[in-house]
């Protein structure tokens, strides 16, 4: 159950766009239409901001968006604004009935 | 409002228990999976468990696995996590979440394993 593989940073200036990739297999990310999306603010718990690989739930911004290809299932911030400084984790599904998260990307708004 | 609100952490030994609980409100409680992660100091999350509704069928991690146990009260909105042998590398955040795709989370609570 190995952890997906993020990004450990990212950086991008207000306004602009980024793109976080999660890597899995073929037995989770890849096998399932079942990748999520959370941010993390400092001392925070962890916000839902995607379900199901790109659904977002009432509440989230629409400056969030998810996508898969294959293996790699992706989170694009569009119009990026200083409270989006955070940590994002994405998490699969697995085919041992678990969910696995990924390492975390760091994300800078310059 | 979802409120989930997860007590029990503290400073235990190595090879030591402690039972983390997590207080539900706001929702039916018995209509939803429910899960345990943790979060290691500086690192990433780390799903660990997961109740279905009813308790009729649990998942765990490896790392975890015959070592804590997860149930829930649903007469008491309550989730537990039953934490044995516990080990240095247990050291972390403990979040209660709902759903086995976690949707809403505790605010966590902190478990110290050390000497």
């Known amino acids: 159950q190995s952890a997906l593989t993020q990004p450990a940073s990212v950086s991008g200036s207000p306004g602009q766009s980024i793109t976080i990739s999660c890597t899995g297999t073929s037995s989770d990310v890849g096998g399932y239409d079942y990748v999520s999306w959370y941010q993390q603010h400092p001392g925070k718990a962890p916000k839902l901001l995607i379900y199901?690989?790109?659904n977002r739930p009432s509440g989230a911004s629409n400056r969030f968006s998810g996508s898969k290809s294959g293996n790699t299932a992706s989170l694009t911030i569009s119009g990026l604004q200083a409270d989006d400084e955070a940590d994002y984790y994405c998490?699969?599904?697995?085919?041992?009935?678990?969910?696995?998260f990924g390492g975390g990307t760091r994300l800078t708004v310059l | 409002e979802v409120l989930l609100v997860e007590s029990g952490g503290g400073l235990v030994q190595p090879g030591g228990s402690l039972r983390l609980s997590c207080a539900a409100s706001g929702f039916s409680f018995s209509d939803h999976r429910m899960s345990w992660v943790r979060q290691s100091p500086g690192k990433g999350l780390e799903w660990l468990a997961c109740?279905?509704?009813?308790?009729?069928?649990?998942y765990y991690v490896d790392s975890v696995r015959g070592r804590f146990t997860i149930s829930r009260d649903d007469g008491r909105n309550s989730l537990y996590l039953q934490m044995n042998s516990l080990r240095a590398e247990d050291t972390g955040v403990y979040y209660c979440a709902r759903g086995f795709k976690p949707d809403y989370w505790g605010q966590g609570t902190v478990v110290t394993v050390s000497s």
């Open positions: 998490s699969s599904y697995t085919s041992s009935v678990t969910l696995v």
């Open positions: 199901d690989v790109y």
């Open positions: 109740i279905k509704q009813y308790g009729e069928e649990k």
